[in-house]
Nanobody
C-alpha cells in the first residue's frame, strides 16, 4: 500500500505562486510514476502533470503553457508541484497520485490517491 498526503494549498492572489507538496509513505517512491491532478468547480478531475520514477520523464497538460513544474525527491519520499502565474481558473482541489506506468493521463491509471489540498486564487 502507498499513502499520499498533500499540503501547501492556500489562498493566493492572481499572478502569484505556490508550491504543493506530497509526502509518500508505504513503498519506495522510485517504484512509481507520480502525478498531480486537479478538480476545479463544476468539472471532473483532470490531469495536470506527471513524473516518471527516475525523473527522466515529465508530462504536462497542454493548458498549463509552462506555468507549473513537477519535481520529486525520492530521498525524501516527496513530490512537488510549483505553480506560477496563477489564475482564478486554477482554483480547485489538487491531488497527488501514484501509479505503475508513466504516460497515463487518466485517473484510472493511478491506483493510489491523496485526500487533496485546496488552492484558491483570488482575482
Amino acid at each position: 500500500q502507498v499513502q499520499l498526503a498533500e499540503s501547501g494549498g492556500r489562498l493566493v492572489q492572481a499572478g502569484g505562486s505556490l508550491r504543493l507538496s506530497c509526502a509518500v509513505s508505504g513503498r519506495t517512491l522510485n517504484s512509481y510514476t507520480m502525478g498531480w491532478f486537479r478538480q476545479t468547480p463544476g468539472k471532473e478531475r483532470e490531469f495536470v502533470a506527471a513524473i516518471s520514477g527516475d525523473s527522466s520523464g515529465t508530462d504536462y497538460a497542454d493548458f498549463l503553457k509552462g506555468r507549473f513544474t513537477i519535481s520529486r525527491d525520492n530521498a525524501k519520499n516527496a513530490i512537488y508541484l510549483q505553480l506560477n502565474i496563477l489564475k482564478p481558473e486554477d482554483t480547485g482541489v489538487y491531488y497527488c497520485a501514484a501509479g505503475p506506468i508513466f504516460g497515463f493521463r487518466y485517473t484510472g491509471g493511478y491506483p493510489y490517491w491523496g485526500q487533496g489540498t485546496q488552492v484558491t486564487v483570488s482575482s
